[in-house]
T-cell receptor, first 113, second 112 residues
């Protein structure tokens, strides 16, 4: 069945460094790829998303890239800050008009001051 | 702002009890979802609904049922709670199937 693989499961960086989280998906028909951030004890919240007709999207310090040929997409966070520490989930939309999001297992990002 | 609320933040139940988890959204969203979140397993879809009185199984529906009698309300039912259903339960809603999902705060359920 459809699957989204997310790596790494944990990531520790120094404040100011960049962080990259990668996801691969299995269905070439997937057309929507959101990223969610979940801070400790809080609900997941959308931070950025990309659709399949776009290769890259940026929003201040975060960016997402999509490689449809290789079926992978990545989240890039530059100039990391302690408040970036959270669990990040990628997801891919499957199934056309009756589809759903399939989530990766999450990456716990720790930014050390 | 989209607001998704869940009836309880924490719940403790006994094995065999019937458990109701309720989710309400105030943005007239067509789609509502119930997920289960466990460490290392991410978010797993239990059930979803694209319309009132409509429900579809997700990836892990066993042991659960749902009810959607009104557009704004989506209930998750554990007919006979078991200890392996101890988990964090997250509700979400979206305007359309491929759109942004907005999550509720979650209900942490402990089944003893």
């Amino acid at each position: 069945g459809e699957n989204v693989e997310q790596h790494p499961s944990t990531l520790s960086v120094q404040e100011g460094d960049s962080a990259v989280i990668k996801c691969t998906y299995s269905d070439s028909a997937s057309n929507y790829f959101p990223w969610y951030k979940q801070e400790l004890g809080k609900r997941p919240q959308l931070i950025i998303d990309i659709r399949s007709n776009v290769g890259e999207k940026k929003d201040q310090r975060i960016a997402v890239t999509l490689n449809k040929t290789a079926k992978h997409f990545s989240l890039h966070i530059t100039e990391t800050q302690p408040e970036d520490s959270a669990v990040y989930f990628c997801a891919a939309y499957y199934g056309g008009s009756q589809g759903n999001l399939i989530f990766g297992k999450g990456t716990k990002l720790s930014v050390k001051p | 702002d989209v607001k998704v609320t869940q009836s309880s933040r924490y719940l403790v139940k006994r094995t065999g009890e019937k458990v109701f988890l309720e989710c309400v959204q105030d943005m007239d969203h067509e789609n509502m979802f119930w997920y289960r979140q466990d460490p290392g397993l991410g978010l797993r879809l239990i059930y979803f609904s694209y319309d009132v009185k409509m429900k579809e199984k997700g990836d892990i529906p066993e042991g659960y049922s749902v009810s959607r009698e009104k557009k704004e309300r989506f209930s998750l039912i554990l007919e006979s709670a078991s200890t392996n259903q101890t988990s964090m339960y997250l509700c979400a809603s979206s305007f359309w199937q491929g759109g942004t999902q907005y999550f509720g705060p979650g209900t942490r359920l402990l089944v003893l």
